[in-house]
């Protein structure tokens, strides 16, 4: 079975030029027509809603966690524009990969996913539970248990013999990956402690994301200057761990942080608060330095962008690495949503981003970008003809045209309208105790709740703590109210 296009999105697309997409960053409808024409063309690449095919997964040579990124950027499509064409097909996309055993283990993934390619799909669960996306029927796999049993997963593979500390890449020793401790892994370890501290108001979570940075800062994956490296191999047999993943930075890594620590800031106070808040600050700073146009601060992925030709190609990018930058956005906006007093700094950096992202938006049906790695070219854009984007945002259609660079530029269109007061976005992020709906599960995941990772089980809810969780939304709310007023940059 099909999905089909809502008539309203439709309209919308219809309104559009064949020939580019045309949007006023300062009308809201023209920049929600502009966000409906991406959206549509990223889902023509989907194929798992088609006969026969799986639901959730996209067709070769796309991978399975860039799929869970891409039902994540549906869920905040909707967050933020209303528009529910794409709620059925996300859902069903969601819950039939949550597998059997309802932990992101599903049959035709279980040997080949590794911590990270898990963990993108559970931060679209936690995504779902925080926008307050509609909740699956009683006896499908709800968002918040759903994310919950993840975690207590991860937390049981916290491998304090190797590196000290941290979650290793792969989950299963006959994996690439087993001997390196790499920061996706282990900061969406982190987001998700922060995010399921300040949703279910049980400290424990953070606790387990305050532990996470402090191990990656004790092997400087996180440096001094607030740069995330990509990870730290380490022998085997003597358990050293050797901090070698070069110079190189990835803008996911640095933003999984950055959106951990300012939810991390959002649930403390005092000395703790200001803690945070240095770090927030810090992470900022470096997104600043690596990530952004010098002139323009348009966002970029620093290693594709920037001159290297170590892989022989202009671009350097490879089809993963290629939708790095669209999770810096979405972290980034989340940033202004939870740790209020960052959206002065933020905001312009995404409308700068959004007007020349959409100005890309001019490719023609069939577009294709190669790959970088492997050779060949992804398969071909389906959308409406002279809308598909480039990669690239410093220049026009640059003919790299794929998944990642239609959910890049979705992203940069879409996080324009955060703050606008449009629908349940413009509230933040919901928790249990405000507004929140999603049925959780503490104990998901592990049959043993003492063997997560050597720490003591998550400790119950106590009324105090739905209390703190309820003062910290309404102060939240207060604060995206007040900052409303500057919206017009």
């Given at each position: ?261 300012a939810f991390m800031y959002n649930v403390s106070t005092g000395a703790e608060q200001e803690t945070w808040k240095t770090r927030v600050d810090g992470l900022l700073g470096a997104v600043e330095a690596k ?111 794929g998944v990642g660079a239609q959910m890049n530029a979705l992203s940069a269109v879409m996080y324009t309208l955060t703050h606008k007061g449009l629908g349940k976005a413009a509230k933040g992020p919901v ?59």
């Amino acid at each position: 079975m099909r999905w089909n296009v809502a008539v309203c999105g439709l309209m919308g697309l219809l309104a559009q030029s064949a020939t580019a997409i045309t949007m006023d960053i300062d009308n809201d409808q023209s920049v929600k027509d502009a966000a409906a024409t991406i959206a549509y063309g990223m889902l023509k690449y989907y194929t798992g809603n088609n006969t026969g095919d799986t639901p959730g997964n996209l067709p070769d040579p796309y991978y399975w966690w860039e799929a869970g990124a891409m039902f994540g950027a549906m869920v905040d499509y909707w967050w933020i524009t209303g528009d529910t064409s794409y709620v059925e097909v996300t859902t069903q996309a969601i819950v039939h990969q949550a597998g059997d055993a309802r932990d992101f283990n599903p049959a035709n993934q279980s040997r080949t996913s590794s911590n990270d390619d898990v963990g993108f799909w559970t931060i679209t669960a936690m995504m779902a539970a925080e926008d307050a996306f509609p909740d699956p029927p009683p006896d499908q796999p709800q968002w918040l248990a759903l994310v919950q049993a993840v975690f207590n997963q991860m937390a049981s593979r916290w491998d304090d013999l190797n590196c000290g500390g941290g979650l290793r890449w792969a989950i299963n020793d006959f994996q690439t990956g087993k001997d390196y401790k790499n920061s996706i892994s282990n900061g969406i370890f982190f987001n998700l402690g922060a995010r399921l501290a300040r949703f279910t108001g049980n400290s424990s979570y953070g606790e387990w994301a305050s532990r996470t940075w402090d191990w990656e800062r004790s092997i400087n994956l996180i440096t001094d200057e607030y740069d995330v490296k990509d990870g730290a191999h380490f022998d085997v047999t003597t358990h050293v761990c050797r901090n070698d993943s070069g110079p190189h930075v990835w803008s996911y890594n640095i933003g999984v942080f950055l959106q951990g620590a300012a939810f991390m800031y959002n649930v403390s106070t005092g000395a703790e608060q200001e803690t945070w808040k240095t770090r927030v600050d810090g992470l900022l700073g470096a997104v600043e330095a690596k990530f952004l146009t010098n002139d323009t601060k348009i966002i970029k992925e620093w290693y594709c962008e920037s001159g290297f030709s170590d892989r022989g190609h202009p671009y350097q990018c490879n089809i993963d690495q290629q939708t790095f930058k669209g999770y810096l956005l979405r972290w980034l906006s989340s940033t202004s949503q939870v740790a209020p007093y960052t959206y002065e700094r933020i905001n312009p950096w995404i409308r700068a981003t959004a007007a020349a992202a959409v100005a890309t938006c001019t490719g023609p049906v069939g577009a294709a970008a190669p790959q970088v790695d492997s050779g060949g070219i992804q398969p071909g854009f389906k959308g409406i003809d002279g809308t598909a984007c480039g990669f690239k945002w410093t220049q026009s259609f640059d003919g790299w045209a794929g998944v990642g660079a239609q959910m890049n530029a979705l992203s940069a269109v879409m996080y324009t309208l955060t703050h606008k007061g449009l629908g349940k976005a413009a509230k933040g992020p919901v928790t249990t105790a405000q507004g929140g709906t999603s049925k959780g599960d503490p104990g998901a995941g592990v049959t043993d709740p003492a063997s997560r990772g050597g720490l003591a089980a998550l400790k119950p809810i106590t009324m105090a703590d739905r209390v703190g969780a309820g003062i910290v939304t309404a102060v939240l709310a207060i604060s995206i109210v007040g900052g409303s007023v500057f919206l017009t940059i």
